[in-house]
């Protein structure tokens, strides 16, 4: 390349240049009127990675110039000039992309208005200087003291980033002591003493004042009771929907992992003290020594805090040794754990799992660790009442978790045994008042009962309160005089076609629960005209299912639809008597009869679940080897106006003992969409006359005149069919 080219090359990037500077006031200058496509925002996200490039070549600049006399005038002069106009051309590129960033939310507004500033000087600093050196040909001493004026707006630049990225004052903080934190104490408040400290720890950095990220600020309790754009950071009492601890538990490979990956991480002891916080509710007044000793919140404190002498923690004595490694061994298996309570305590606890996989030996085979086990967990397991005798082998029992468990109370007094009971778990039972009072009695070490969704009369445990006013009595939600609204019925079912035998079955979770259901469409169920399941419900065909839930103090469930399509008899052929479009040929006529029900097209999958026809209409011929006394026939069609798809305009049936001696018995007009809409299975039952038949024929005819609302009218309508159903 000649002199005159690379010349030209240069005007060309100098022309380039300045239209960058000149888009870059523009968009400083008129910022709040841009919004950006999300390709734009896609380019910010490299503004961090090609920030490097400006900072290098202009810290190099100051060199090519110390390098003048070894490299002589002219090489020194093409050198610098080099760099300068890649120094120019990065620094511009770099705050384009870094306005692109701004656009996304989370930023402390002043501080990137002064990085936006600064970065801007940068990208004019060089600019010029790069003018005044190509064009008007200053010294090479100016050209010198130009270099290091922009490595000194490089570095203002640099450090507002860092300010929004790491805080304010972040080069500062080097030289400034670390905040002491003073060490907990039981009489301490758990928040301000252990919690506050591990979220100014390892979250502040990235939610403060000057950087929200997540449009979430930690840099005092009122601003984080506030949340983010994702919600609020913790739910009382619940660890699974708390969003700080959901973030922590993710991969740290993942996005979403919080702190981020590079971050100094939660340890897991940071971890346990935040859940055992949340989960007894996160108060922000409760002292330290308030909390349950169960909760080892006393010792998590002081190991994190490296201060053990300054709580005293008080050890359990137990009047049993620990078990054996062999016994130990003996008595774990894949459904059943059994494990220490604490690493220097000899008492044992036995959690059950999976309820399809519980064997009684199992828990007889507890009987080697008889003296240690100190609780034991059966919740969901199909314990029965006859097996309540097992539990009188362990003497040391504290803790017994029978919720949800098959027993109806008639063998609670064999429970009597175990006098060392301080928490019995029987929520989601069958027991009785007269069965558990005798118990109550009995139990004079008891401290927690556990007796929600039991049918237990709120009137008998308001007695106990008083009777026994040392026992906590958990009783799940109290109605009071806010109603609250009861969750739906739940759908049993998996699949939506039902064969002969098959029915419709709902459940509910909390005992006591009506589900009022209708099958006329033209109605909604409520709480005193509708019908009331007392167990599967069978439809006759084609049917939607509408239910509610109603419990008295609450108030009454949102209604469900849901909708079956019932099947008696399944054809053992389908022919085809006209041709489906090629792009829509699905499985060929055995779609008609798959039991699969039509789902919505993907892009770049074929859908083989609609069969489709445009040209010609949709006719299908059925045949038996035996004749059916078939009562009618169910159609499935699909309604997506906006897509030229619609009803047939009339469906047919002929019937007959062969395929040439048919006759029509049957004809119906579907309902017509009268707006344009979207995707929408529908379906229609077609009653025949009374006969045994082993063929009949389906003839589904397309509209021929499209509504008014339909904008192109060029092309035939579609008709789609999923299903041709005999009931």
Same mark, same amino acid.
């Given at each position: 390349?000649n002199?005159?080219?690379l010349?030209?090359?240069?005007?060309?990037?100098?022309?380039?240049?300045?239209?960058?500077?000149?888009?870059l006031?523009?968009?400083?200058?008129?910022?709040?009127?841009?919004?950006?496509?999300?390709?734009?925002?896609?380019?910010?996200?490299?503004?961090?990675?090609?920030?490097?490039?400006?900072?290098?070549?202009?810290?190099?600049?100051?060199?090519?110039?110390?390098?003048?006399?070894?490299?002589?005038?002219?090489?020194?002069?093409?050198s610098?000039?080099?760099?300068?106009?890649l120094?120019?051309?990065?620094?511009?590129?770099?705050?384009?992309?870094?306005?692109?960033?701004?656009?996304?939310?989370?930023?402390?507004?002043?501080?990137?208005?002064?990085?936006?500033?600064?970065?801007?000087?940068?990208?004019?600093?060089?600019?010029?200087?790069?003018?005044?050196?190509?064009?008007?040909?200053?010294?090479?001493f100016?050209?010198?003291i130009?270099?290091?004026?922009?490595?000194?707006?490089?570095?203002?630049?640099?450090?507002?980033?860092?300010?929004?990225?790491?805080?304010?004052?972040?080069?500062?903080?080097?030289?400034?002591?670390?905040?002491?934190?003073?060490?907990?104490?039981?009489?301490?408040?758990? =928040?301000?003493?252990?919690?506050?400290?591990?979220?100014?720890?390892?979250?502040?950095?990235?939610?403060?004042?000057?950087?929200?990220?997540?449009?979430?600020?930690?840099?005092?309790v009122a601003?984080?009771?506030?949340?983010?754009?994702?919600?609020?950071?913790?739910?009382?009492?619940?660890?699974s929907?708390?969003?700080?601890?959901?973030?922590?538990?993710?991969?740290?490979?993942?996005?979403?992992?919080?702190?981020?990956?590079?971050?100094?991480?939660?340890?897991?002891?940071?971890i346990?003290?935040?859940?055992?916080?949340?989960?007894?509710?996160?108060?922000?007044?409760?002292?330290?020594?308030?909390?349950?000793?169960?909760?080892?919140?006393s010792?998590?404190?002081?190991?994190?805090?490296?201060?053990?002498?300054?709580?005293?923690?008080?050890?359990?004595?137990?009047?049993?040794?620990?078990?054996?490694?062999?016994?130990?061994?003996?008595?774990?298996?894949?459904?059943?754990?059994?494990?220490?309570?604490?690493?220097?305590?000899?008492?044992?606890?036995?959690?059950?799992?999976?309820?399809?996989?519980?064997?009684?030996?199992?828990?007889?085979?507890?009987?080697?660790?008889?003296?240690?086990?100190?609780g034991?967990?059966?919740?969901?397991?199909?314990?029965?009442?006859?097996?309540l005798?097992l539990?009188?082998?362990f003497?040391?029992?504290?803790?017994?978790?029978?919720?949800?468990?098959?027993?109806?109370?008639?063998?609670?007094?064999?429970?009597?045994?175990?006098?060392?009971?301080?928490?019995?778990?029987?929520?989601?039972?069958?027991?009785?008042?007269?069965?558990?009072q005798p118990?109550?009695?009995q139990?004079?070490?008891?401290?927690e009962?556990?007796?929600?969704?039991?049918?237990?009369?709120?009137?008998?445990?308001?007695?106990?309160?008083?009777?026994?006013?040392?026992i906590?009595?958990?009783?799940?939600?109290?109605?009071?005089?806010?109603?609250?609204?009861?969750?739906?019925?739940?759908?049993?079912n998996?699949?939506?076609?039902l064969?002969?035998?098959?029915?419709?079955?709902?459940?509910h979770?909390?005992?006591?629960?009506s589900i009022?259901?209708?099958?006329?469409?033209?109605k909604?169920?409520?709480s005193?005209?509708?019908?009331?399941?007392?167990?599967?419900?069978?439809?006759?065909?084609?049917?939607?299912?509408?239910t509610?839930?109603?419990?008295?103090?609450?108030?009454?469930?949102?209604?469900?639809?849901n909708?079956?399509?019932?099947?008696?008899?399944?054809?053992?052929?389908?022919?085809?008597?006209?041709?489906?479009?090629?792009?829509?040929?699905?499985?060929?006529?055995?779609?008609?009869?798959?039991?699969?029900?039509?789902?919505?097209?993907?892009?770049?999958?074929?859908?083989?679940?609609w069969?489709?026809?445009?040209?010609?209409?949709?006719?299908?011929?059925?045949?038996?080897?035996?004749?059916?006394?078939?009562?009618?026939?169910?159609?499935?069609?699909?309604?997506?106006?906006?897509?030229?798809?619609?009803?047939?305009?009339?469906?047919?049936?002929?019937?007959?003992?062969?395929?040439?001696t048919?006759?029509?018995?049957?004809?119906?007009?579907p309902?017509?969409?009268?707006?344009?809409?979207?995707?929408?299975?529908?379906a229609?039952?077609?009653?025949?006359?009374?006969?045994?038949?082993?063929?009949?024929?389906?003839?589904?005819?397309?509209i021929?005149? =499209?509504?008014?609302?339909?904008?192109?009218?060029?092309?035939?309508?579609?008709?789609?069919?999923?299903?041709?159903?005999?009931?």
């Open positions: 390349m002199k005159e080219q010349s030209s090359w240069y005007s060309i990037l100098l022309s380039g240049l300045i239209f960058l500077h000149a888009l006031l523009f968009l400083l200058f008129w910022q709040d009127q841009v919004n950006l496509p999300w390709a734009f925002q896609l380019f910010g996200r490299f503004h961090p990675l090609i920030l490097h490039l400006p900072i290098g070549l202009g810290v190099l600049l100051p060199f090519v110039h110390l390098l003048r006399r070894p490299l002589g005038e002219h090489a020194f002069y093409l610098f000039r080099f760099v300068l106009y120094t120019a051309f990065s620094a511009a590129i770099t705050a384009l992309f870094g306005f692109f960033l701004s656009q996304e939310a989370g930023f402390e507004p002043e501080l990137l208005v002064f990085h936006q500033w600064a970065g801007l000087a940068v990208a004019w600093m060089y600019l010029l200087l790069l003018i005044l050196f190509d064009r008007l040909l200053v010294n090479p100016q050209a010198f130009g270099s290091m004026l922009g490595v000194l707006l490089l570095s203002l630049a640099g450090h507002g980033g860092a300010n929004i990225t790491h805080g304010e004052n972040y080069l500062m903080e080097l030289w400034q002591p670390e905040k002491e934190v003073k060490a907990p104490t039981e009489e301490s408040v758990l =928040f301000e003493g252990a919690i506050q400290p591990i979220l100014e720890k390892k979250c502040v950095s990235c939610h403060n004042d000057q950087k929200t990220k997540g449009q979430l600020n930690m840099s005092s601003k984080m009771l506030q949340g983010g754009k994702h919600g609020d950071l913790w739910k009382a009492g619940d660890v929907k708390s969003l700080f601890l959901q973030r922590a538990h993710l991969p740290l490979e993942h996005k979403e992992h919080m702190p981020p990956k590079g971050k100094s991480q939660l340890t897991p002891d940071e346990l003290l935040l859940e055992a916080w949340v989960k007894e509710g996160a108060s922000l007044d409760k002292k330290i020594k308030a909390y349950p000793p169960a909760l080892q919140i010792k998590l404190v002081a190991r994190l805090f490296a201060i053990p002498a300054s709580i005293e923690i008080p050890k359990r004595e137990y009047p049993f040794s620990a078990a054996s490694e062999s016994d130990l061994q003996a008595v774990n298996s894949p459904f059943c754990s059994v494990y220490p309570m604490s690493s220097d305590a000899p008492a044992l606890q036995a959690d059950f799992y999976v309820a399809k996989r519980f064997e009684l030996k199992t828990l007889e085979n507890l009987s080697k660790v008889a003296d240690q086990l100190v034991i967990n059966l919740a969901k397991m199909p314990i029965k009442d006859e097996n005798s539990l009188a082998q003497p040391n029992l504290e803790k017994l978790n029978l919720n949800f468990t098959e027993i109806s109370g008639a063998n609670l007094k064999a429970l009597m045994s175990n006098k060392k009971l301080v928490s019995l778990s029987l929520s989601g039972t069958k027991i009785t008042a007269n069965q558990l118990l109550i009695v139990l004079p070490l008891l401290k009962v556990f007796i929600w969704n039991t049918g237990i009369a709120s009137e008998q445990i308001a007695s106990w309160k008083k009777t026994f006013p040392k906590r009595w958990e009783e799940g939600f109290v109605p009071s005089d806010e109603k609250l609204m009861i969750n739906p019925p739940i759908l049993v998996e699949n939506f076609f064969g002969p035998q098959d029915k419709v079955v709902f459940k979770t909390i005992q006591g629960t009022h259901y209708t099958l006329d469409k033209e909604e169920p409520d005193l005209g509708t019908l009331i399941t007392q167990g599967p419900i069978d439809i006759p065909a084609f049917t939607v299912v509408k509610l839930a109603t419990k008295p103090g609450w108030l009454a469930s949102k209604v469900v639809k909708t079956f399509y019932k099947y008696h008899f399944v054809p053992d052929s389908v022919y085809l008597l006209t041709q489906a479009e090629a792009k829509w040929q699905a499985k060929g006529a055995s779609t008609l009869k798959d039991l699969i029900q039509g789902k919505r097209d993907t892009r770049g999958l074929a859908n083989d679940t069969i489709g026809f445009q040209q010609q209409d949709a006719d299908a011929l059925f045949e038996f080897k035996q004749a059916k006394a078939v009562k009618g026939m169910t159609v499935s069609y699909l309604r997506k106006q906006d897509s030229n798809i619609f009803p047939p305009l009339e469906i047919e049936i002929w019937v007959g003992n062969s395929a040439k048919l006759k029509k018995v049957a004809s119906v007009k309902e017509q969409p009268a707006e344009n809409g979207g995707y929408s299975p529908q229609i039952n077609i009653p025949l006359p009374s006969g045994n038949f082993t063929h009949y024929r389906m003839l589904a005819k397309r021929k005149r =499209f509504p008014a609302y339909v904008k192109d009218k060029a092309n035939p309508a579609i008709i789609k069919l999923d299903e041709v159903l005999f009931y």
